[in-house]
């Protein structure tokens, strides 16, 4: 069976119930911004490509209230927070904010210090349903779940949408030292439900991709449970062969290079592995583009096709999977019903994102667990809306 998500009110429900316990009131402000899987455009979002996640239904929540003290203070129930679940400090003057310890304050913090303006003190829960280190954006939907909740506060808001996903991107960057790509941010600020989004990278501009006739199909989510080893260094490795190969192209990024490109680089006898890293990145920006054409005519058949290519592609060209992705994308390939299967996120662990039909879910999950040497979770993923105040 896949794991029940909880239902977003009563995620609520117990941030409120928290928050009178501990503050001793009534909260004003309840928002919430979710986390998200990408469907496909892996590795592309820094490359100036296109990529095509959805919002989850898992989201997290921050209650709060704003009071006349100095002290801002928060308390997180979430499981990454470690022995020190509460911290405060005074923000004041949002430019003097500095980030410190404990490290998951720092994205609410950086959120606080590139808010549009400064913000009155508030006391706040956070909630959230979104598991930490498995690809799904938990940072993410902290950050924009932290944005929304200061514009509510506030009443501010900044004139676009982008603005403030690339607020949060920066908080990402600059507080939590993460040189995220503008993907999370975006689709956690703008996902729509019953679409998915197809962004741009290199100047920003969306589509909603509407998911029609989904009826009979589901996209699943497995998490192996094996956390991203090594993903920081080996991301920002992959990262800098992609932008060495774009200087020795002479282009700005590899959104502009093509297959002849990639010839050009094995004539040119640069590295074997530069070359794969940049034939991963061409090819996956192009499958990215087919794919949202492909779920526009909802032919599903094709959009899996895409999928299995692109995870073959991640193993073997831009080598970021591990052998507990590769083997849940075997064992869910081999079952009928499902049209494809892949692993989602930076890679190196994390989550796979299968697309199969409906009736086909109870025996996939059973033969991936079969398969599978450690023990996985599973989530039904419906294409849901972005950040917004909950009344
Ligand atoms: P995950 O692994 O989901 O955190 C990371 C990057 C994305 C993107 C993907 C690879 C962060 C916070 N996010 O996602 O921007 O580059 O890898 O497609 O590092
Ligand atoms: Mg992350």
Redesign the pocket.
């Given at each position: 069976m896949a794991t029940l998500l909880p239902h977003v009110n009563s995620v609520k429900e117990k941030a409120l119930q928290t928050f009178a316990e501990k503050f001793g009131e009534q909260t004003a402000v309840c928002v919430y911004a979710p986390g998200?899987v990408?469907l496909i455009?892996?590795?592309?979002?820094?490359n100036d490509g296109f990529?095509l996640p959805m919002a989850l239904p898992m989201v997290t929540v921050i209650v709060g209230k704003s009071h006349n003290g100095k002290k801002t203070r928060i308390l997180s129930l979430s499981d990454v927070v470690g022995d020190i679940n509460e911290f405060e400090f005074e923000a004041g003057n949002r430019t003097d904010i500095k980030p410190g310890e404990p490290k998951w304050a720092n994205y609410i913090k950086g959120c606080i210090a590139n808010f549009i303006c400064d913000v009155p003190a508030f006391n706040a829960v956070i909630v959230s349903t979104v598991p930490p280190g498995?690809?799904?954006?938990s940072?993410?939907a902290l950050e924009v779940a932290t944005y929304t909740f200061l514009e509510t506060l506030s009443g501010k808001k900044p004139e676009t949408p982008e603005l403030k996903a690339l607020a949060c991107q920066k908080a990402?960057h600059d507080f939590a030292g993460?040189?995220?790509?503008?993907?999370?941010q975006f689709i956690s600020t703008m996902g729509k439900e019953g679409y998915a989004l197809l962004l741009d990278c290199r100047d920003l501009i969306t589509k909603q991709i509407p998911m029609l006739h989904l009826d009979n199909y589901v996209f699943l989510i497995t998490n192996s449970n094996t956390p991203?080893k090594l993903?920081s260094s080996a991301?920002c490795e992959r990262r800098d062969c992609c932008y060495e190969a774009a200087k020795i192209l002479g282009k700005k990024s590899l959104r502009d290079a093509n297959m002849n490109d990639i010839l050009a680089l094995i004539s040119q006898n640069v590295s074997e592995s530069i070359v794969k890293k940049a034939r991963h990145v061409v090819t996956e920006i192009q499958r990215t583009l087919n794919a949202a054409v492909a779920l526009e005519k909802s032919d599903f058949q094709q959009f899996g096709r895409l999928m299995n290519e692109s995870h073959d592609s991640l193993r073997d060209d831009y080598e970021v999977s591990s052998k507990e992705l590769d083997s849940l994308v075997s064992a869910a390939r081999e079952v009928d019903g499902v049209l494809g299967s892949r692993l989602?996120?930076?890679?190196f662990g994390?989550c796979t994102v299968t697309l199969l039909k409906k009736d086909a879910v109870d025996k996939t999950i059973q033969h991936m667990k079969a398969k599978y040497s450690g023990t996985p979770t599973f989530y039904i993923a419906t294409p849901s809306g972005g950040a917004r105040e909950i009344s």
């Open positions: 998200r990408n455009g892996e590795h592309t979002d820094y990529v498995a690809g799904l954006s940072s993410a990402e993460v040189p995220c790509g503008i993907m999370d991203h993903s991301y989602t996120g930076a890679g994390g």
